[in-house]
């Protein structure tokens, strides 16, 4: 019996690991952060700040770009984060791996979006900026909901990703 279409175009194998070769190698090491980072802040599964974590703890040139526009000094902004999202109770060494049993719902929903918006761009695979403009674009993105604390809307947030993307596109 063949698999829907829907089911052979999905971000994840039936047996519920990431299908990596939709994945550059940028977007591969950061989401390989976001799940050290989130057994490091005590999290038993992977959760949208820690995909951001992720992307600024091994940023590629379009995600330095951006935070450049955005003033901001990305390692400092990793320890924020890390400081934020770290609990005191929970295993020090949750077992976390490339899975879709191991994502929130949130992880799972920006995943596909960023496959989506990856295709659409007519690019065969995700990029650390999908990754970045999906997590800012998101309805009630906690990582967009931070930085509006501060004065940065997601709006201003996603116009300076897009930006930065286009600029690291240049040659």
Not at 86 to 112: A, C, K, T, Y
């Amino acid at each position: 019996m063949g698999l829907p279409d829907e089911a052979g175009d999905d971000i994840f194998l039936p047996s519920g690991l990431l299908r990596v070769d939709l994945f550059c190698e940028a977007a591969l090491a950061a989401l390989a952060e976001s799940i050290r980072l989130a057994r490091e802040t005590r999290w038993d599964n992977l959760r949208s700040p820690h995909v951001f974590m992720g992307l600024l703890a091994v940023p590629d040139p379009g995600v330095r770009n951006w935070g450049e526009r955005l003033q901001a000094d990305l390692p400092r902004l990793l320890e924020q984060f890390q400081e934020l999202f770290h609990q005191e109770e929970g295993e020090r060494e949750p077992l976390l791996l490339l899975n879709r049993e191991f994502f929130s719902d949130n992880v799972i929903r920006l995943l596909r979006e960023a496959w989506h918006r990856a295709r659409e761009n007519g690019r065969p695979y995700v990029t650390p900026m999908d990754l970045l403009i999906c997590l800012l674009t998101s309805t009630h993105s906690i990582v967009a909901e931070c930085f509006e604390r501060i004065g940065f809307t997601a709006a201003k947030l996603t116009e300076l990703a897009v930006i930065a993307e286009h600029a690291s596109d240049e040659p």
